[in-house]
């Protein structure tokens, strides 16, 4: 019969020569050992194929190394837009340098949300990321449990990473105003969001530093989809002919814009100027490429990470919230 015997942490220090302490040390990844030590560890493990006891591990760090990234979007939108595909990336890549596990859960409704909070325990994760959580939603999970927004939640205490979406908005929207356009409409993000939000700030903030007057006709409800961003723009076409620029809040939206432009044998940007926000692959893609603000993505993705892990080590720790600049990148749409 074939031995299937695993080999054990006192099997792995004694070949390498040092005690079982020593040896648990390099195994568990602390810095208090010697460079010639942790080789002579790591050798025994590899010759051995020693396993870690995980079960027995997380019994003595009450951890369970494994963290949880919950999306309150629906699989389509997740797996369809370049914001989800870019942060999830730069998430995944970041946990895995820090030899966690990464659970993924998208939740559209409150009733999904109900049933993860089964799951969302210390028993299960050590801590949770949050990304596009909408107002009417609350994220139920056991007090102690660390928690970290990608934006700015309606909680105060909460930590949380974003991007600087006023200030992108404001940078769009004064460019625009800049190439001497005057009738500048916006398709907004959901306004239950904060980036939705702030995005729109952003764009009347423009408006009101040029001495532009705010005209409500010229808004245009979106939801960061690319049929929104198609209605949003015959919407606007249709009640105000003679616009002459639309900033749309995402990439997504201002393709979807441009769709229905072109279909309409408006030029672009010759009779109307366009400008997204996101900095997506496909905005460089596009005829024209468009303009759009940038943000960076793998840098949210590594950030959100690193405060969820100075989080879970120090949870009475004061919250935290960091906020990344964002970059107007030039196309041909503006």
Known sequence: MTDIRQPTLEEVARLAGVGRGTASRVVNGSDHVSQRTREAVEQAVRELGYVPNQAARSLKTRRTDTVALVIAEDEERVFAEPFFAGLVRGISRAVDETSRRLVLSMVPDESHLSRLGQFLTPQ??????????????????????????VGRPNDPRACFVDVDNLGGARRAVDHIIER?????????????????????????????AAGLPFDADLVEAGDFSETSGARGAAVLLDRCPDLDAIFAA????????????????????????????DGSAAAA???????????????LGATLVDVL???????????????LSTELRMGESS
């Open 309 to 323: 892990a100075r989080r879970i080590e120090d949870p009475d720790a004061e919250p935290t919230s960091v906020i």
């Open 250 to 277: 995402n990439d997504v939206m201002a393709l979807g814009a441009l769709r229905e432009l072109t279909r309409r044998g408006v030029d672009v940007p010759q009779d109307v100027a366009l400008v997204g926000f």
């Open 180 to 208: 001497g356009r005057r009738r500048v409409a916006c398709i907004t993000g959901p306004q239950d969001m904060a980036s939705g939000r702030d995005r729109l700030a952003g764009y009347r903030e423009a408006l009101d």
């Open 124 to 149: 299960h994760v050590d801590g949770v990321m949050v990304v596009s959580l909408h107002d009417a939603l609350s994220l139920p999970q056991g007090p102690d449990l660390p928690v970290v927004y």
């Open 285 to 299: 893609a596009s005829t024209p490429a468009l303009t759009t603000v940038h943000q960076p993505l793998a840098e």
